[in-house]
Structures are given as structure tokens and as C-alpha cells.
């Protein structure tokens, strides 16, 4: 008996995107290894526990497809990119990673909508949640670099900065958890 619960399609999609995640994990895992070597060990270490997070979420697409009588695949990884040139190349690639991940997310969602399978449309929302999170994150770290002076910045505003990162949390404050008394 055919005991699984996910069309062909959904099955391909969920898979890939357990592959892209790790390609996101390898993405990070080099930047932080590019700044590590720069001597940023604090902002290697931030790109270090993002790279884990990134496995975290593969493993989550791995579980879910083997949960509803699925098989998933893993793949060959395509290469990281080249490494940036510059903290800011670094940190708008980060950022440009998400949003695109973002729109791998939101394109099975568009999936599961369209086939009614609501218990992956119900999966995928944590996804969604996820990367407003993960996009925050990058956005604050362009954010960041540009008050310390973005590729101009001293030695001395970096050096404040790298040691920001390396005990920066790896979450933000959702939007709806703001309130008046605490915005
Ligand atoms: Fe797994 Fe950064 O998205």
C-alpha cells in the first residue's frame, strides 16, 4: 500500500530545498572561514552558528519529507561562492542569500496551496516566520557595518564591531511580540 502522504511534486520540492539549505550551510560555513582568516574570529563565529542554523533547517525538510511516507534525496552540493572582497560583499551576499531562500520558501508554499496539502502549507509557515527572522538578522548586520563606517570603517570600529557579532544573538524580536511599553 502506498502509505505516502506527499504528491511526487511536493516530495521534489521539500527534498531540494533540504539540499538547498545545506548549500546555504556551506555558504556561511566559507564566509566565516574567509573572516576567520581575516582575523573578524567574531564575526566568523556569528557565520559559524549560522552555518549550524542552516543544517538545522536541512534536517527539518529531511524529517518532515521521511514523516509523511516520503523519501528524500540528497544530492551533490554545488561550490560555495568565491569569497567576498570586502565585509560589505559579505554581508549583502548573506543578505541576498535569504531573500532568495526566501523565495524558494514561499514558492512551495505556493505549492501546497494549489494542492491543498495543508499539513505542508501548516510545516512551511515556520519557514516563513524563519526567514523574516533570518532576513532581519541580515539586514542588521549591513546595518551595523555601515554605522561602523562600511568598508572605511577603522580598525578600531571594526574591532568593536567583530566583537559585537561574536555574542550577537541568532534571533530577533517579531514584529508581533512589539508592544507600546516595549517596541
Ligand atoms: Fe534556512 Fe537562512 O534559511
Not at 57 to 65: P, Q, R
Not at 112 to 130: C, G, I, P, R, Y
Not at 133 to 138: D, P, Y
Amino acid at each position: 500500500m502506498d502509505t505516502n502522504r506527499l504528491s511526487p511534486e511536493l516530495e521534489k520540492a521539500l527534498s531540494d530545498q533540504m539540499n538547498k539549505e545545506i548549500h546555504a550551510s556551506h555558504t556561511f560555513l566559507s564566509y566565516g572561514i574567509w573572516a576567520d582568516d581575516k582575523g573578524y574570529g567574531g564575526i566568523a563565529n556569528f557565520l559559524y552558528r549560522h552555518a549550524q542554523e542552516e543544517r538545522n533547517h536541512s534536517i527539518k525538510f529531511m524529517e518532515y519529507v521521511l514523516n509523511r511516507g516520503g523519501k528524500p534525496k540528497v544530492d551533490a552540493i554545488p561550490a560555495p561562492p568565491n569569497d567576498p572582497n570586502s565585509l560589505t560583499e559579505c554581508f549583502d551576499s548573506v543578505f541576498r542569500h535569504e531573500v532568495d531562500n526566501t523565495t524558494s520558501i514561499y514558492r512551495i508554499v505556493d505549492l501546497s496551496l494549489e494542492q491543498k496539502d495543508w499539513a505542508t502549507w501548516n510545516f512551511m509557515q515556520w519557514f516563513v516566520k524563519e526567514q523574516i527572522e533570518e532576513e532581519t538578522l541580515a539586514q542588521n548586520l549591513i546595518d551595523k557595518l555601515k554605522i561602523a563606517g562600511g568598508d572605511r570603517a577603522s580598525g578600531e570600529s571594526l574591532f568593536s564591531l567583530d566583537k559585537t557579532l561574536e555574542s550577537a544573538p541568532d534571533d530577533v524580536k517579531m514584529a508581533q511580540d512589539a508592544t507600546g511599553d516595549n517596541p
